[in-house]
T-cell receptor
Framework: DGGITQSPKYLFRKEGQNVTLSCEQNLNHDAMYWYRQDPGQGLRLIYYSQIVNDFQKGDIAEGYSVSREKKESFPLTVTSAQKNPTAFYLC?????????????FGEGSRLTVL | GQQLNQNPQSMFIQEGEDVSMNCTSSSIFNTWLWYKQDPGEGPVLLIALYKAGELTSNGRLTAQFGITRKDSFLNISASIPSDVGIYFCAGQGGTSYGKLTFGQGTILTVHP
């Protein structure tokens, strides 16, 4: 079935460690996104990419890094520079060129810093 | 950045009751979307709106794109226990193609 797969679903990290969250889609979508979700704050955009080998910062990019080497993959690295990394992270993808704006989301990855 | 205010933040209702929630924006949007998120899952699209004044239904759900293009409403009729979850509005502006701004979410609890 087509969809977006995020892994791992749960991840624990010690302070000072970098961690990479995986996101893979087989929907043939051009654009991919990373959002962070905290209770009561909705979803905030971290990074997005509209084409392979290109990506743009969102509203809260500090302490995060991404790469887009393949159309299907958009991994997110949470670096030790991110001061409050404990959150629920959501990856999404969309078609470009239709103007619908609809995002398709993965099931999320919950990161906890110990 | 753009701000979306979503109200109410939470609702506790009895099964069978109707539900209304809304979002207002400080700027104009070209598209309004309503998503539902079940616990521990990613949001799923419920309704998408593309024209000012548009009224669209999806089963027991009805959403409207405000005339001013700065607000949107979602109504759920005859609620059932599986309606429980977090409902998000999201807007897309003219120069933010593919990027959505999300409201804070409405947490809905339905008592049987």
């Amino acid at each position: 079935d087509g969809g977006i797969t995020q892994s791992p679903k749960y991840l624990f990290r010690k302070e000072g460690q970098n961690v990479t969250l995986s996101c893979e889609q087989n929907l043939n979508h051009d654009a991919m996104y990373w959002y962070r979700q905290d209770p009561g704050q909705g979803l905030r955009l971290i990074y997005y990419s509209q084409i392979v080998n290109d990506f743009q910062k969102g509203d809260i990019a500090e302490g995060y890094s991404v790469s887009r080497e393949k159309k299907e993959s958009f991994p997110l690295t949470v670096t030790s520079a991110q001061k409050n990394p404990t959150a629920f992270y959501l990856c999404a993808s969309s078609i470009l060129g239709t103007g619908t704006g609809e995002l398709f989301f993965g099931e999320g990855s919950r990161l906890t810093v110990l | 950045g753009q701000q979306l205010n979503q109200n109410p933040q939470s609702m506790f209702i009895q099964e069978g009751e109707d539900v209304s929630m809304n979002c207002t924006s400080s700027s104009i949007f070209n598209t309004w979307l309503w998503y539902k998120q079940d616990p521990g899952e990613g949001p799923v699209l419920l309704i998408a709106l593309y024209k000012a004044g548009e009224l669209t239904s999806n089963g027991r759900l009805t959403a409207q794109f405000g005339i001013t293009r700065k607000d949107s409403f979602l109504n759920i009729s005859a609620s059932i226990p599986s309606d429980v979850g977090i409902y998000f509005c999201a807007g897309q502006g003219g120069t933010s193609y593919g990027k959505l701004t999300f409201g804070q979410g409405t947490i809905l609890t339905v008592h049987p």
